[in-house]
C-alpha cells in the first residue's frame, strides 16, 4: 500500500506560524525560564537567610524575655511572669511562648489567637519552616530556673513570599515589554529581509517576472541569501531570455518560409479555416492563386540559384501590391497564394491582380548582370459565389490558375466560366451584379 506522506504533513487547513511570532515565543520562553530559574534561587536563598535571621531573633527575644521575667520566676510570682510574657510576646512574631519550671511544670503560656485565615496559615507555614521550636534556659545565680520555648510564626515569610512573587511578575512584565521592543527591533531586520525573498519568490512564480531582484539586507548572512537569489534570478532571466528567442525562432520557422520570409503553406491553410469558423462574423473574401510560369525551366537552364531570386524577387514585389488586412505566403514551390479579407466588390480583388502583373513588367536581375522576364498565371475565387467552403475555394482558384497557364504572359482568371485578363473588367461593379452579368 502506497501512503501520500505529503498530503498528510502539509495539511492547509493548520495555518503555520510566521518567523516574527515563533522568534517572540522562543524570547517570551527564555525569559519566563531565566526570571523564573533566577527568582526560584533567589527566593530559596532569601528564605534560607530569614530563617537563620527569624531564629536568631527568636534567641533574643528568648533572651529578653528571661531578662523581664526572671525575678518573677525567682519569687514564684506567675502572674507577673505571663503579665511580661504578653507584653513582649504581642509585639514579635511568634504564635507560641511557654515557661515551664525545670520539671515540666507550666508557669506561663502565650499563644496568638488563630481566628483569621491569614494566622492560621502562618502558623503552618512556621511550623513546616521551624518543625523545632527554640528553647532557651532562664538561668539565676548558676541554676536553671525556667525554661523558655517560642514556635515561630510564618505569617512575615508569607508576607515575604507574596512580595516575591509580585516582584517577579513585575519583573517579567518588564522584561517581556523590553525584549519585545528589543526583538521587534531585531526581527525588522531579519524579517524583513525575508519577507523581500518571499514576496520576490512569489511573485516569480505566480508572474514570471524574472527582472525583478531583491534589495540588500543589514545582516551578513542574509546579505549573502539575498546575492545569491539574485544570481539565480539572473541566471532565470537570462534563460528566460533565451527560450523566448528560441521560441520566437521556432515559432517563426514553424510559420513563415525560409527563402522569402512570407508565410508558409500551414499559415495560410490554418488562416483560411478560420475565415469560415461559425463562430466568427460571415466576411466576404477573394482568394488569388499564383505560380510562376515555367519555373523548372528556369531552374534547369540558369540554377537553383537564379530559381531562388526569382522566388525571392517574387515575394518582395507582391507585398507592396496587397493591403494591411490581407495576407501573402508562399505554398511551396513557385505557387504563391493571397487572401484578401474583407473584400467588398469583385473590382477590389481584379484590381489587385491587375498590380501583380504590372509589378511583373519589369525584369528580374539575377546574377552576373542578367536579367530575367518572368510571367505569372493567376487564379480569384470569391467567397461564398465560387465556394462555401475553404477546400471548395481552393479548388476553385487552382482551376482558375491553370486557365491562366493556357495565355501566354500573366493574366488572371475568374472561377467559373469567366475569362478575364488585365484591364477587361467593367470598373466600379459590385461583386453580386458582376458575377451575374459574367456567369453563364
Not at 217 to 230: G, K, V, W
Not at 361 to 366: R, V
Not at 404 to 419: E, Q
Request: charged letters at 15%.
Amino acid at each position: 500500500m502506497i501512503h501520500n506522506h505529503s498530503l498528510s504533513a502539509d495539511n492547509p487547513s493548520k495555518a503555520r506560524p510566521t518567523l516574527s511570532r515563533v522568534l517572540n515565543r522562543i524570547h517570551f520562553m527564555v525569559i519566563v525560564i531565566a526570571i523564573g530559574l533566577a527568582g526560584i534561587l533567589l527566593t530559596l536563598l532569601a528564605l534560607l537567610a530569614i530563617r537563620a535571621h527569624t531564629e536568631k531573633n527568636l534567641q533574643l527575644i528568648a533572651r529578653a524575655i528571661s531578662y523581664t521575667s526572671e525575678a518573677a520566676i525567682v519569687f514564684n510570682d506567675n502572674s507577673a511572669v505571663r503579665e511580661a510574657l504578653k507584653i513582649i510576646a504581642v509585639n514579635e512574631e511568634f504564635y507560641q511562648a511557654t515557661i515551664t519550671s525545670p520539671g515540666g511544670e507550666l508557669i506561663a503560656e502565650w499563644k496568638r489567637p488563630a481566628n483569621a485565615t491569614w494566622n492560621k496559615l502562618g502558623q503552618y507555614v512556621g511550623h513546616l519552616a521551624f518543625p523545632a521550636p527554640v528553647s532557651l534556659p532562664i538561668v539565676h545565680s548558676g541554676e536553671t530556673v525556667a525554661l523558655i520555648t517560642l514556635s515561630a510564626d510564618g505569617s512575615g515569610m508569607i508576607g515575604f513570599l507574596l512580595q516575591v512573587f509580585i516582584g517577579l511578575l513585575l519583573s517579567l512584565l518588564l522584561s517581556a515589554l523590553i525584549a519585545f521592543y528589543l526583538s521587534k527591533h531585531m526581527l525588522s531586520g531579519i524579517v524583513g529581509s525575508l519577507q523581500h525573498i518571499t514576496h520576490v519568490a512569489h511573485d516569480v512564480s505566480a508572474n514570471r517576472t524574472f527582472n525583478v531582484r531583491v534589495p540588500s539586507a543589514s545582516i551578513a548572512e542574509l546579505h549573502e541569501l539575498s546575492s545569491d537569489f539574485n544570481s539565480l534570478l539572473n541566471e532565470l532571466e537570462s534563460w528566460q531570455h533565451h527560450l523566448k528567442i528560441e521560441n520566437d525562432s521556432l515559432i517563426h520557422k514553424a510559420l513563415h518560409d525560409g527563402l522569402t520570409g512570407l508565410y508558409n503553406r500551414a499559415f495560410f491553410i490554418d488562416t483560411l479555416n478560420q475565415c469560415f469558423n461559425p463562430l466568427r462574423a460571415e466576411n466576404s473574401l477573394a482568394l488569388l492563386f499564383i505560380d510562376v510560369d515555367n519555373f523548372k525551366h528556369i531552374n534547369d537552364s540558369l540554377g537553383h540559384a537564379a530559381g531562388d531570386i526569382v522566388l525571392t524577387t517574387l515575394g518582395e514585389r507582391l507585398s507592396p501590391t496587397i493591403r494591411d488586412s490581407d495576407l501573402l505566403c508562399r505554398l511551396g514551390g513557385d505557387e504563391f497564394a493571397i487572401l484578401l479579407s474583407p473584400i467588398h466588390s469583385l473590382e477590389e480583388a481584379c484590381h489587385i491582380a491587375d498590380h501583380i502583373v504590372q509589378s511583373m513588367q519589369q525584369p528580374i536581375s539575377l546574377l552576373g548582370n542578367n536579367s530575367l522576364y518572368v510571367s505569372l498565371s493567376i487564379g480569384i475565387a470569391l467567397y461564398p459565389w465560387h465556394g462555401q467552403t475553404a477546400k471548395e475555394l481552393l479548388e476553385r482558384a487552382d482551376g482558375a490558375m491553370y486557365r491562366s497557364k493556357s495565355v501566354a504572359g500573366s493574366c488572371w482568371h475568374l472561377a467559373g466560366n469567366v475569362h478575364l485578363t488585365s484591364g477587361t473588367l467593367p470598373v466600379g461593379s459590385p461583386i453580386s451584379s458582376t458575377l451575374a452579368e459574367k456567369q453563364p
